[in-house]
């Protein structure tokens, strides 16, 4: 039986159970009607992608507004995990992390799309479940040989699913339809998105179908037999509070029918507007909130306001009141009704910038437009002292393969910290490149090496980051030599090193580990002395396979 028991919203005071009616906006839906297919699932992306983007570190402030259900003591909340079976209390973040559902390295992990911080698919879990899900595809288990706490399973998948991963996550039964209606909102809402090619078991790289055909037919089976429960409704309606757009596969469980099932080709109807003349703000709507998180005194943070809506007129009127107002700043005071009448809708932005510590809150007003009454939008943010952070001890990179390895730190014991950074540099073909990872724990899996890599790791607190730890220098299992089109490598030299190499080799360049290049030597001899200082250092040319490693001790 699946759970029912509605979302509990929890304020930094005390925690107090409260159900929330799905009430889908009039009119929210209306550019969807009439379309089918292909059509369809590209409307539906138009039409949920424009929301307010979250601040990731506010992250766990947000759902205690969406995924919490209320457990013993009526002051606590228990989190509401859909992976692990550790009871785990409100307020408190320990022990969780911030998941992915919908794995971030399918599109490479890049914190510069919404994807990021998408609360649509973003959901508190249990770390050691979260570890152990890891970035594999959905699917059934057939052997459960690499992790089952009774809720997730992960291991070898039946036949016909996987694409080829070697293992599948397999949720319980009582959530496998929230996970099959979150995939669908996400290859819907980031069609546009281009895969991984490492990671792409359950996906294509075109805006329809997007998702691989077994895939489809795991999430429709998944969705049919676990239809939408409240725990869902509920979720969508809070969601839709915090960033102004809703999951349409829990509005209307059939549109998956419509584009991916047995409804494909009909044409895809919403309820009629009761009334459609009427002028109708969709959105923002009664009882939103911007949360701005935590914020470092000094610094400041923007959030975007989404406006939308039909048969619209005049102007709308925005204003700040309330206890803290002189905190928070409008970029538009004022927004022509026709703006938020177009099909692109209209974005505003709101700025905290707080000038004393403590906890801030105050309101913003939306009025006119054609509508009745106003539109009331709580803001809040927390002010904090600017953090001083311990730098970091990076250690030994471990299960290291071909193509990847687990970069490890040791954890902060003494700061707070939100989450840490892990910068990789890649040496390639003469060529280094870097490239940043947010990770929740004290290490992080690394896929899709191709040759030597090096990485150092920070803690960020508030947006302030520790300084760099050391360097830790990987190199992939069977690269342990230079393989060069022609003989080409090092001997030892007091100072510095003395190149052997069978023929002149053009274009040399030297890294250090951070991936600074610091020196480019256009030719070298057989026998030619460089001096260096004292380090480790990356040695890379053209026309060599993989660059090599030399260690300069005196």
């Not at 969807?32 to 292909?38: C, E, I, M, N």
């Not at 599948?168 to 009582?174: C, K, N, Q, S, T």
Request: net charge negative.
């Amino acid at each position: 039986m699946k759970k029912s028991i509605s979302v509990l919203c929890v304020t930094a005071a005390a925690a107090a159970a409260m159900t929330i009616t799905a009430a889908i906006p009039a009119g929210y839906y209306r550019s969807l009607d009439g379309k089918s297919g292909a059509a369809l699932k590209t409307a539906a992306c138009e039409l949920v992608y424009n929301h307010t983007q979250l601040n990731y570190q506010a992250l766990s402030s947000h759902f205690l507004k969406t995924d919490v259900y209320p457990v013993g003591d009526p002051k606590y909340g228990q989190w509401w995990d859909m992976y692990g079976n550790i009871p785990l209390y409100t307020p408190s973040f320990s022990g969780l992390n911030r998941e992915h559902s919908f794995p971030k390295s399918w599109w490479g992990g890049g914190t510069n799309t919404p994807a990021y911080t998408d609360i649509n698919h973003l959901y508190p879990s249990e770390a050691k479940a979260n570890q152990a899900k890891s970035n594999w595809p959905l699917g059934e288990v057939y052997s459960p040989n690499q992790y089952d706490n009774g809720v997730s399973k992960v291991g070898t998948a039946v036949t016909g699913q996987g694409g080829g991963a070697r293992y599948v996550f397999e949720p319980a039964d009582e959530y496998k339809g929230d996970f099959a209606r979150t995939y669908f909102y996400m290859v819907t809402c980031y069609q546009n998105l281009t895969w991984a090619s490492s990671y792409s078991w359950m996906l294509q790289q075109n805006t329809y179908p997007t998702l691989a055909r077994w895939a489809v037919e795991l999430l429709l089976k998944w969705h049919r037999e676990d239809p939408v429960s409240q725990k869902e409704l509920d979720r969508n309606e809070a969601v839709y509070l915090l960033q102004s757009n809703r999951n349409p596969f829990i509005d209307y469980p059939n549109l998956a029918e419509y584009i991916w099932g047995n409804r494909v080709g009909e044409a895809f109807s919403t309820a009629v507007d009761p009334n459609p003349g009427e002028p109708n703000l969709i959105t923002p709507t009664q009882g939103m909130s911007l949360d701005f998180g935590e914020v470092a005194v000094g610094s400041e943070t923007t959030a975007r306001l989404f406006f939308s809506g039909q048969n619209l007129t005049g102007s709308f009127e925005l204003t700040i009141s309330r206890n803290d107002k002189t905190m928070f700043a409008l970029s538009d005071a004022t927004i022509k009704a026709e703006y938020v009448n177009s099909p692109e809708g209209y974005w505003t932005t709101i700025t905290y910038r707080p000038t004393a510590v403590g906890e801030h809150k105050s309101m913003l007003f939306v009025q006119d437009g054609g509508i009745s009454g106003s539109r009331r939008i709580e803001l809040r943010g927390e002010c904090k002292p600017v953090p001083t952070l311990s730098t970091l001890t990076a250690t030994e990179a471990t299960d290291v393969t071909g193509d990847s390895y687990v970069a490890n730190w040791l954890p902060s014991t003494d700061d707070v910290v939100d989450y840490y950074v892990v910068t990789r540099t890649h040496y390639l073909n003469g060529q280094s490149s870097v490239e940043e990872l947010v990770a929740e724990e004290n290490s992080l899996e690394i896929n899709g090496v191709e040759g030597p890599e090096s990485y150092y790791v920070q803690s960020v607190r508030l947006g302030y980051r520790s300084a760099p730890s050391n360097v830790i220098y990987v190199e992939p299992a069977g690269v342990t030599q230079l393989y060069a089109e022609l003989p080409f490598g090092t001997a030892y030299e007091p100072g510095g090193v003395r190149f052997v190499c069978g023929a002149n080799i053009y274009n040399v360049s030297i890294y250090d580990m951070t991936g600074r290049e610091v020196m480019l030597l256009p030719e070298v001899t057989d026998g030619m002395s460089i001096q260096l200082p004292r380090g480790c250092y990356i040695i890379s040319a053209p026309g060599q396979r993989a660059p090599f490693r030399v260690i300069v001790s005196d």
